[in-house]
């Protein structure tokens, strides 16, 4: 079983949606957790990084953490196609250059 | 400040053969991580240097190897290259310290595409 398990997708939704993105995990000790976008042939870039549990916004995106049940999501309000793009999930320690990363959910914004 | 970069963008190689990649981390950073990304396995941590220094190493078998250097300039090797090899190679640098948030940001170049043949 792996250690980051994210929801496959892909995920097609129409412009305006609100999208939920989720991830779970089974290593208590990951302490900051993060989501990433990645454009095609692009490398991730960093959306929002969250340390406790409870919820973080960020313009457009929410980050939610519930540590007791090991489960984190990301929320996109009034998705626009430029949101279309893979997400990644990642959990680590205070070191991120050790991150542990979820497979990917690919989303679509129709227009 | 410039971002991380990676050459080359694109390799093709044979099987049995060896390849160097090479990342310029973000001007001041010391720590140089490698992932790899493919289609079946996702992202995996393949090591992280730290001022020249292996810092922590994914679960890789040993054709994967990497070096960095006093400018904090990294390159991967692969040895004796499997198909199974053919992927996009991650280079991410980050400070290499936690800040004052607690938290050590990590920001990821654009990736070698690697073909095995």
């Known amino acids: 079983q792996k250690e980051v398990e994210q929801d496959p997708g892909p995920l097609s939704v129409p412009e305006g949606a609100i999208v939920s993105l989720n991830c779970t995990y089974s290593?208590?000790?990951?302490?900051?957790f993060m989501w990433y976008r990645q454009y095609s042939r692009k490398g991730p870039e960093l959306l929002m990084y969250t340390y406790s549990s409870g919820n973080k916004e960020d313009g457009r995106f929410t980050a939610q953490v519930d540590k007791s049940s090991k489960y984190i999501s990301l929320f996109i309000r009034d998705s626009q196609p430029s949101d279309s793009a893979t997400y990644l999930c990642?959990?680590?320690?205070?070191?991120?250059?050790?991150?542990?990363f979820g497979d990917g959910t690919t989303l679509t914004v129709k227009p | 400040k410039a971002g991380v970069t990676q050459t080359p963008r694109y390799l093709i190689k044979t099987r049995g053969q060896q390849v160097t990649l090479s990342c310029s981390p973000i001007?001041?950073?010391?720590?140089v991580s490698w992932y790899q990304q493919t289609p079946g396995q996702g992202l995996q941590f393949l090591f992280e240097y730290f001022s020249e220094t292996q810092r922590n190493k994914g679960n890789f078998p040993g054709r994967f190897s990497g070096r960095q250097f006093s400018n904090s300039r990294s390159e991967m090797n692969v040895s004796t290259l499997e198909l199974g090899d053919s992927a996009l190679y991650l280079c991410?640098?980050?400070?290499?310290?936690?800040?004052?948030?607690?938290?050590?940001?990590?920001?990821f170049g654009p990736g070698t595409r690697l073909t095995v043949l």
């Open positions: 991410a640098s980050s400070p290499g310290l936690a800040g004052i948030m607690g938290y050590n940001e990590q920001f």
């Open positions: 990642a959990l680590g320690g205070t070191n991120a250059g050790k991150s542990t």
């Open positions: 290593n208590s000790a990951f302490q900051y």
């Open positions: 001007s001041g950073h010391r720590s």
